[in-house]
């Protein structure tokens, strides 16, 4: 029973020392007991002291050998969660930049927040594929997708972060970066947790069409919402981001804002939904709506929301309530961000045994 108690408790403490290795170290843990076991000279050289152990030593090197093999291999296919990166710091470069006088409507925000909601769109449940993890839209054919027109801009700019964050991967950059626009814009706190990787080429890009079309109905935004796992609820809350941001004629072809504040995250999209008058917009465009001044408008993919009698109730009690809006596009928003992410750090959320084990 002592050895066994024994074992348990160096075994733990082993894990832990790894745990706390610099960053260095633990890029180098991988190689270093690559090489030290590279040779049959360095294994039997190796092996002559554990003769010396006995059997209750032997078996104790053993264990304590398993747990530095084990966290070397856990530490080089899981480096985000073992990664030092000051996301305070890095929440605080992504608030400085998004204030901008010569774009859009003075904001980075809704541009921001639209690149990580087309990274994580594409996820497909039955495949686990897709989703943020991976920053696939670096590469071709994603970033090509029509339907990512104009997310350049997001990309380019997350670029000067990135330089002074190098540590961050893009795919939680990205996704941190659209909380904090949320954040910023005077939208709701939403719970973000690090651990995305990043995919080294197009070949994991998803394929292309998984994205909403704008110029679809209700059935074509449930397939697309469902495919991801997501209810009448959450997509109804979710399409609330609409607040923020204004389309653009050379990007998606449709033109204009859906709110009259589009830098401010509010329930405006659905109270504009119920209350204002919407008419189809005659002009050489694509099929669009607008409202009585001209100066509003609403894609056929919003204006089911108030068509369908399940999506409606949910667009009625948004508009009546902010604050359950706000909750409510928080949860989905999150689960929309983690999708099919597996290295999501865990740490903030579980006890001592679930931050040193993983």
Same mark, same amino acid.
């Given at each position: 029973?002592?050895?066994?108690?024994?074992?348990?408790?160096?075994?733990?403490?082993?894990?832990?020392?790894?745990?706390?290795?610099?960053?260095?170290?633990?890029?180098?843990?991988?190689?270093?007991?690559?090489?030290?076991?590279?040779?049959?000279?360095?294994?039997?050289?190796?092996? +002559?002291?554990?003769?010396?152990? *006995?059997?209750? =030593?032997?078996? !104790?090197?053993?264990? $304590?050998?398993? /747990? &530095?093999?084990?966290?070397?291999?856990?530490?080089?296919?899981?480096?985000?969660?073992?990664?030092?990166?000051?996301?305070?710091?890095?929440?605080?470069?992504?608030?400085?930049?998004?204030? +901008?006088?010569?774009?859009?409507? *003075?904001?980075? =925000?809704?541009? !921001?927040?639209?690149? $990580?909601?087309? /990274? &994580?769109?594409?996820?497909?449940?039955?495949?686990?594929?897709?989703?943020?993890?991976?920053?696939?839209?670096?590469?071709?054919?994603?970033?090509?997708?029509?339907?990512?027109?104009?997310?350049?801009?997001?990309?380019?700019?997350?670029?000067?972060?990135?330089?002074?964050?190098?540590?961050?991967?893009? /795919?939680?950059?990205?996704?941190?970066?659209?909380?904090?626009?949320?954040?910023?814009?005077?939208?709701?706190?939403?719970?973000?947790?690090?651990?995305?990787?990043?995919?080294?080429?197009?070949?994991?890009?998803?394929?292309?069409?998984?994205?909403?079309?704008?110029?679809?109905?209700?059935?074509?935004?449930?397939?697309?919402?469902?495919?991801?796992?997501?209810?009448?609820?959450?997509?109804?809350?979710?399409?609330?981001?609409?607040?923020?941001?204004?389309?653009?004629?050379?990007?998606?072809?449709?033109?204009?804002?859906?709110?009259?504040?589009?830098?401010?995250?509010?329930?405006?999209?659905?109270?504009?939904?119920?209350?204002?008058?919407?008419?189809?917009?005659?002009?050489?465009?694509?099929?669009?709506?607008?409202?009585?001044?001209?100066?509003?408008?609403?894609?056929?993919?919003?204006?089911?929301?108030?068509?369908?009698?399940?999506?409606?109730?949910?667009?009625?009690?948004?508009?009546?309530?902010?604050?359950?809006?706000?909750?409510?596009?928080?949860?989905?928003?999150?689960?929309?961000?983690?999708?099919?992410?597996?290295?999501?750090?865990?740490?903030?959320?579980?006890?001592?045994?679930?931050?040193?084990?993983?």
């Amino acid at each position: 029973r002592f050895h066994v108690i024994a074992t348990i408790t160096i075994t733990v403490t082993i894990i832990a020392m790894f745990s706390r290795f610099s960053s260095a170290s633990r890029r180098l843990a991988p190689r270093l007991l690559a090489r030290s076991f590279s040779s049959s000279t360095t294994q039997r050289a190796a092996a +002559a002291p554990l003769k010396r152990l *006995g059997v209750a =030593g032997r078996r !104790l090197a053993a264990v $304590a050998g398993v /747990a &530095a093999v084990g966290t070397a291999a856990w530490v080089q296919y899981h480096p985000v969660a073992l990664a030092k990166v000051d996301y305070d710091a890095v929440r605080k470069s992504i608030a400085e930049i998004l204030d +901008a006088d010569d774009y859009d409507d *003075g904001s980075y =925000g809704p541009v !921001l927040l639209r690149l $990580a909601w087309h /990274a &994580a769109g594409t996820y497909d449940k039955k495949t686990c594929t897709g989703g943020s993890d991976g920053a696939t839209m670096r590469f071709s054919p994603e970033k090509d997708d029509g339907a990512n027109a104009g997310l350049h801009v997001a990309r380019e700019l997350m670029e000067k972060i990135k330089a002074e964050h190098p540590e961050i991967t893009y /795919a939680d950059l990205w996704s941190l970066a659209s909380v904090v626009a949320i954040e910023e814009m005077g939208g709701p706190k939403i719970a973000w947790r690090p651990g995305r990787s990043d995919k080294p080429s197009g070949d994991h890009c998803p394929p292309v069409g998984r994205l909403p079309d704008a110029a679809q109905q209700e059935q074509h935004v449930r397939d697309v919402f469902y495919r991801m796992g997501f209810n009448d609820q959450e997509i109804v809350a979710l399409i609330g981001a609409h607040a923020l941001g204004r389309c653009h004629k050379d990007r998606s072809g449709y033109d204009g804002p859906w709110t009259y504040a589009p830098t401010t995250f509010s329930n405006e999209f659905y109270r504009l939904l119920l209350e204002e008058t919407w008419t189809k917009k005659k002009w050489d465009g694509p099929e669009q709506f607008e409202n009585s001044t001209g100066e509003l408008m609403m894609l056929p993919a919003d204006m089911s929301l108030v068509w369908d009698k399940d999506f409606r109730k949910w667009v009625e009690i948004y508009a009546k309530d902010e604050q359950r809006f706000f909750n409510d596009f928080a949860a989905a928003y999150q689960k929309l961000q983690e999708l099919g992410v597996k290295g999501l750090d865990q740490s903030q959320s579980k006890g001592w045994w679930s931050k040193i084990f993983g």
